[in-house]
């Protein structure tokens, strides 16, 4: 079992920055791809960013050039730098890891992220 430890959410205002980190208790297949995923009151669960294990970043359109999604392999943690936060990103975030070839995969608990002035 692997589990995903979230940090990193909080209050901040409009134009202001977080960042995120979701800590992986251990990597059990070395093709993998980590993301950050949200969803909003009444809203759907959308993907917001991700990132394999070679390193290659895909983003949502509504926060690239915003966001940064980047990842430290010795600690086994993915990171979401949110810079320009505007209201719309207000949501609970949920870091992800699947296990590509292995059929697992595994979530946080999530974090919430409040943008308000």
């Known amino acids: 079992q692997v589990q995903l430890v979230e940090s990193g959410g909080g209050l901040v205002q409009p134009g202001g920055s977080l960042r995120l980190s979701c800590a992986a208790s251990?990597?059990?297949?070395?093709?993998?791809?980590m993301g950050w995923y949200r969803q909003a009151p009444g809203k759907q669960r959308e993907s917001v960013a991700l990132i394999t294990s070679g390193g290659t970043a895909n983003y949502a359109d509504s926060v690239k050039g915003r966001f940064t999604i980047s990842k430290d392999n010795a600690k086994n943690t993915v990171y979401l730098q949110m810079d320009s936060l505007k209201p719309e990103d207000t949501a609970v975030y949920y870091c992800h890891v699947d296990f590509l070839g292995s059929r697992y995969d595994a979530w946080g608990q999530g974090t919430q992220v409040t943008v308000s002035s």
């Open positions: 251990r990597i059990i297949y070395r093709t993998y791809i």
